[in-house]
């Protein structure tokens, strides 16, 4: 039984892409390029969305470190790439605080570039930040 799960485990790194960082500007950095590195092969995700998605991952992961830090805690970037849509996902450790679209540009260039973003609070003391980019899935 546990083979059968460790081989599904396995088969999931083609669809998804999730990873924990420290919540540093170098961690925010490495966020960006590992994941521009884990789109460039996906031929079933555009260009323009690919850049978009490296925008928005830029702009989250640099929030997560800034306005998210919690000295000795990581943030975490996942990107899953479905049928028609890829979701980019942004967790960090300061809960409480959650940002607001008019606050600052950085989240208005998420709402520019997603077509559709939110927030989703917890498990406590996390909040994630998502934002999903439509494509055509018959590439």
């Known amino acids: 039984m546990n083979r059968e799960k460790a081989a599904l485990q396995l088969a999931a790194p083609e669809v998804q892409f999730d990873i924990q960082l420290s919540s540093t500007p170098r961690g925010a950095r490495l966020a960006r390029l590992l994941a521009v590195e884990w789109l460039r092969p996906r031929q079933d995700i555009p260009y323009d969305v690919a850049e978009a998605?490296?925008?928005i991952i830029a702009e989250l992961t640099a929030n997560a470190v800034t306005h998210g830090r919690v000295a000795g805690r990581d943030f975490r970037l996942a990107l899953a790439a479905l049928p028609g849509v890829l979701r980019?996902?942004?967790?960090?450790?300061?809960?409480?605080?959650?940002?607001?679209a008019h606050a600052g540009r950085g989240l208005l260039l998420v709402e520019e570039l997603a077509d559709r973003w939110g927030i989703a609070p917890g498990p406590v003391p996390r909040k994630t930040v998502w934002a999903e980019l439509d494509h055509p899935s018959d590439l």
């Open 88 to 100: 980019i996902e942004v967790s960090d450790t300061r809960g409480a605080d959650l940002p607001e």
């Open 53 to 55: 998605a490296a925008q």
